[in-house]
């Protein structure tokens, strides 16, 4: 196995088929088909706030744009996009990268770059949707996802969320394998997924949360990636939480700190 194949086999696990929709959490939603640059057919669900929950008169809410792991696919994030949208009272559009859900092709590391960049222009020209107020929150994979994406777009993004991510491909794969492959391997293994290399090149405000008993991608990484961000930057170690269940443990302390978030890249965009 060369080390293409080793990445492919360890980073993109997708799912086909749907787990749940959002409209059994009661949520209305819309189904979006569109491409990448390359032609990939891609598709994702928008899930507005009601209009009866909007705070002001004539002011579309923030928008999230949601980067998922490994893997499944979106409808395995239902749960958690229903919970940010309840708690900050925000837009949510979840994506489904290339070969996940009912997304077309097959993941590469350049692919999911791509998709992401579609998705950032599609949910743009949502209705409901304020270009200006879009924030990127990127969950594991999707938090290296959501840092190249932010990188390119520079001041385009609002904000940025990385939760329980990690530093670099090359780092979770000598964790994942088991060492005496590691070392036969060397430098076969690609530097891919270089977030701790790109994170310093991020000009949006930077919020990295990470579960502090993660046993999947210890907190280190997480530590790692904001130690080399610039400012302005924040970061929620999650106690109890593991890998998954940040959202779920983090509870209340949790969406606080990320409604102040949001409301610190609202004024650090009129500060400017």
Request: aromatic share 10%; proline share 6%; charged share 20%.
């Amino acid at each position: 196995m060369d080390g293409v194949q080793l990445i492919n086999s360890l980073f993109f696990r997708p799912e086909r088929g749907f787990f749940i929709t959002p409209d059994q959490l009661g949520l209305a939603y819309r189904d979006v088909v569109f491409r990448a640059r390359d032609g990939t057919g891609l598709h994702g669900w928008f899930v507005p706030l009601d209009t009866r929950d909007r705070s002001g008169p004539g002011r579309n809410p923030i928008t999230v744009l949601f980067m998922h792991g490994v893997a499944g696919n979106i409808s395995h994030r239902v749960e958690n996009a229903a919970a940010l949208r309840a708690k900050l009272q925000i837009n949510v559009f979840l994506f489904d990268y290339r070969g996940y859900g009912r997304s077309g092709g097959e993941p590469t590391e350049e692919g999911t770059y791509m998709d992401a960049e579609a998705a950032f222009e599609t949910v743009c020209r949502q209705p409901e949707v304020d270009p200006e107020r879009v924030i990127l929150f990127g969950h594991s994979l999707g938090g290296a996802v959501a840092i190249e994406l932010a990188v390119r777009l520079g001041r385009q993004v609002h904000g940025l969320i990385v939760e329980s991510s990690f530093a670099s491909g090359r780092e979770v794969t000598r964790l994942l394998i088991p060492v005496m492959h590691a070392r036969m391997l060397g430098n076969a293994i690609p530097d891919f997924y270089n977030s701790q290399v790109k994170v310093g090149r991020v000009v949006a405000p930077l919020l990295i949360t990470h579960g502090e008993e993660d046993s999947l991608l210890p907190l280190t990484m997480g530590e790692a990636l904001y130690q080399a961000a610039h400012e302005p930057k924040f970061f929620f170690p999650v106690p109890g939480a593991d890998h998954h269940d940040v959202y779920q443990v983090g509870g209340p302390a949790y969406y606080e700190r990320l409604a102040s978030f949001v409301d610190y890249c609202d004024n650090h965009t009129r500060e400017e």
